[in-house]
C-alpha cells in the first residue's frame, strides 16, 4: 500500500516553544492530508484537513492560530504547534489521501510523539 | 457520515477465527467501508475495504450483507501479534474527513 511518513518520530520541547512536524507521501500525491491527535487509550481525533494550495480546516474547538498547518505540495503537509504548553503533549498522527486507487482511502503516518515540559 | 457502532473490546485465542462486525444503518449510497487495526503508539495500518459481498485480501476478510447495515472483519488464525485496536469506519471517501468511533480494543491470548 501507499506509504505516509512523519517526521519526527518524537519530539520533547520546553514550554513556550514551537514544534513543527512534518507529513509526506512517499509514493503517491496527496491533494488533501488530514492531522489528527490522540490521547492514551482514546481514538483518534481530527483536528484539521489540509488542501493543497489553500488553507487548512479546522475542526471545531482546534485553534487555528495554535496549530499550524501548511500543504505547500502534493506530498508535503506541515503542523506547527506555536507556543506549545504541557496540555498539548500528545500523539499527533497525519494521514494522506489516494485517489489513485478509485476509492480514495486514507493512509496514515506513524505517528510523532510531542511531549512538552 | 454515517455513524458506526463496534464492541468496546473482544478477547480471543491464538488460532481462533476472530469476527468483529460493525453496525452503520445510516450508510449512504456512496460510502465505502474501510477497517484500519492501530498498535499502541503507532498511526493506524489500512487492513481492507468493501463496498458490498464479500472482500478477501491476504490478511482479512471483510462481509458485507445486502443491505450494507452492517459489516464483519474476519481475522483468520489470530495470533499474539494481531493484539490491537481495530476501526470500523464508513464514508465516500471523496469526503473531506473521515471520523474515527472507539473503536474495538482486541486482545489474543495464547
Known amino acids: 500500500g501507499a506509504v505516509v511518513s512523519q517526521h519526527p518520530s518524537w519530539v520533547i520541547c520546553k514550554s513556550g516553544t514551537s514544534v513543527k512536524i512534518e507529513c509526506r507521501s512517499l509514493d503517491f500525491q496527496a491533494t488533501t492530508m488530514f492531522w489528527y491527535r490522540q490521547f492514551p487509550k482514546q481514538s483518534l481525533m481530527l483536528m484539521a484537513t489540509s488542501n493543497e494550495g489553500s488553507k487548512a480546516t479546522y475542526e471545531q474547538g482546534v485553534e487555528k492560530d495554535k496549530f499550524l498547518i501548511n500543504h505547500a505540495s502534493l506530498t508535503l503537509s506541515t503542523l506547527t504547534v506555536t507556543s506549545a504548553h504541557p496540555e498539548d503533549s500528545s500523539f499527533y498522527i497525519c494521514?494522506?489521501?489516494?485517489?489513485?486507487?478509485?476509492?480514495?482511502?486514507?493512509?496514515f503516518g506513524p505517528g510523532t510523539r510531542l511531549l512538552v515540559l | 457520515l454515517a455513524k458506526t457502532t463496534q464492541p468496546i473490546s473482544m478477547d480471543s485465542y491464538e488460532g481462533q477465527e476472530v469476527n468483529i462486525t460493525c453496525s452503520h444503518n445510516n450508510i449512504a449510497t456512496n460510502d465505502y467501508i474501510t477497517w484500519y487495526q492501530q498498535f499502541p503508539s503507532q498511526g493506524p495500518r489500512f487492513i481492507i475495504q468493501g463496498y458490498k459481498t464479500k472482500v478477501t485480501n491476504e490478511v482479512a476478510s471483510l462481509f458485507i450483507p445486502a443491505d450494507r447495515k452492517s459489516s464483519t472483519l474476519s481475522l483468520p488464525r489470530v495470533s499474539l501479534s494481531d493484539t490491537a485496536v481495530y476501526y470500523c469506519l464508513v464514508g465516500d471517501m471523496g469526503d473531506d474527513k473521515i471520523i474515527f468511533g472507539k473503536g474495538t480494543r482486541l486482545h489474543i491470548l495464547p
Open positions: 494521514s494522506a489521501r489516494d485517489g489513485t486507487s478509485g476509492k480514495e482511502t486514507q493512509y
